[in-house]
């Protein structure tokens, strides 16, 4: 099979079967509670614009603090939410219908032990929109609000039982997208209401917003709203780079607030009702460090993550966490001097999601000539451009650097003003996995969602999980572990790439790896790539625009990759092995045996350590399920076999 462009037009010219019944329902519009979509993250910056401001000290003066432990703040919430996690837990597995072990009892019986009650991780990789969408995919299926979740087949509950909810580019506008708008649902963001511009992609983000109900795109005011506020963070005394235009830009479709919410600070999550009650996962945004006078990123750079308290990094190279309210501080050696002043609102919503996302600032340049973009925006950029150097258009500029003087032996950056970060996928760890195998977090299992484009035609190897276990093996893991994995080659051959795979089964491998990590377990990873369904969802990560049913149709594959079709797709058993995956670690822990079905589902999805490394050439794998009409109308018979053309796969044309 090979990718051809079919013209739009064609699309409304065929059609074909839907998918299987549950993941229909999310083709319709879900009826609304628009309290559910109304603003969460708020307008908390000071100055009531992008710029940050000046402001008095509290009287616990804000300090940069040591990574040896998880912060006070994570640690407090904890402990409300692990014991909150109990009750959908129990449903969860309820619904699972593991017949032969009682894992609901199980967790009742052991509701205020938490070295039992599994501690889930789930992270959603990078890839653009095509992340965003298959990942919104998964988090509906793992939702138990979104109809049909719960229904047979299905995994809904696995989210409300989730700890950590991480992303990384692509997959960050979605954790952040969900977060900004009072912990939505995939779905209720994907259907919006009248007069927003939430989640509507049909016009790419170089256009400006298409509002339902409101025709008309004023492509200029667009621009110069941005170019104003950008110009706000400047005129205060900041640097600004490419990534501050492409982060307010972003936002505008994915913050339910007037212009995308230039106030909206990532650290006031943490004063939404429903997180400081402990009532939703944590969510975690990750980026990379590139060292000063190094283009390359490589597996030795520092990973930072975001959350709603912090930002830093339990990489020995940094070893430390900033407070995210102050982060625009002036820090010095891990301290604010006594007669400095804080800063507040440097921690942009927008700032922080377009900071894991900077590969994008590519995609902005490249499209500077267009029409759409106004001259003087043009010119804005450009400055910042000629400013920054060609080599430097990919970065966040975090001027001061919170980290100055910290570290001072260890940290490359510590000598910088500025920290310079860039799309936490530059290393190749495209997936977020380097928060939640933390051991001071002791997460069990992690649900790792993968939308890379490893190969040539847009679909994922697992590269992203291979860099990060190459990276467990060097000294900057400081204690991390993580499962061995295969070569390309063999996941495509053995398939571990169109079906979900669970990685880390046999714990004996970490007791004599001859690595420093012997006496620490990591999660068991399930890894569920990106393959079609009823979907052809291996888009281009450079895709500017995705009308309604494009959107709607990826994020329905995802649903499906995540439910194995409801468990249309050969095996009605899914739902019990995702059951099952989830019990492992604490099964283990305990030495309860959980009974055939688990033996089952280990031995049907565990990597067995077999490998298939023969040669493997144009990898087109062809759909588990029918297509939709949406992609059946891409699909075209050539030379006998199937051939599927990728509307808008030859927008953009730049390497990862």
Known sequence: MRLLLVPLPLLSLISAA???????????RAALDVAHILRRAAPDSPSGSYAPATVDCPSDRPTVRSGGSLSRSEQDWLQTRRGKTVDPMVQFLRNCNLTDFDAAGYITSNSQNFSVVPNIGIAVSGGGYRALMNGAGFLAAADSRVPGSTDTGGIGGLLQSATYLAGLSGGGWLVGSIFANNFSSTVQLRDGYDDSALWQFSNSIFEGPKQRGIQAVNTVEYWDDIKDQVDDKRDAGYDASITD????????????????????????????????????PMPILVADERRPNAQVISLNSTVYEFN???MGSYDPTVYGFAPMRYVGSNFSGGSIPDDGHCVRGFDSYSFVMGTSSSLFNQFLLQNLSTTSIPSVVQDAIKAV????????????????????????????????????LVDGGSDLQNIPLHPLIQPVRAVDVIFAVDSSADTTYNWPNATALRATYERSQSSIANGTAFPRVPDAETFINLGLNQRPAFFGCNVSEFNDNGSNNDTHIPPLIVYLANTPYTALSNVSTFDPSYDDAQRDSIIKNGFNVATMGNGTAGDDEWPACVACAVLMRSLAR????????????????????????????????????TLDAQSAAVATTYAGGLVYGVVGLAAVVLAL
């Open 18 to 28: 839907l998918g299987s019944s549950a993941s229909d329902a999310l083709v319709g």
């Open 245 to 280: 235009y492409w982060g307010r830009a972003l936002s505008v479709q994915l913050i339910n607030a007037p212009d995308g919410g230039p106030a909206y600070t990532f650290s006031s999550i943490a004063d939404a009702p429903n997180f400081s009650g402990a009532d939703t």
């Open 308 to 310: 709603p308290w912090e």
């Open 385 to 420: 451009l000629t400013d920054l150097g060609d080599d430097d258009n990919d970065i966040a500029a975090w001027t001061p650097n919170p980290f100055f003087h910290f570290s001072n032996d260890s940290n490359p950056s510590a000598a910088d003003q500025q920290l310079t």
């Open 590 to 625: 305990t030495g309860t045996d959980a009974g055939p079905t688990c033996a089952r589902c280990f031995d049907r999805y565990c990597w067995n350590g077999t490998t298939d490394s023969s040669p493997v050439g144009t990898f087109e794998p062809t759909p588990i399920l």
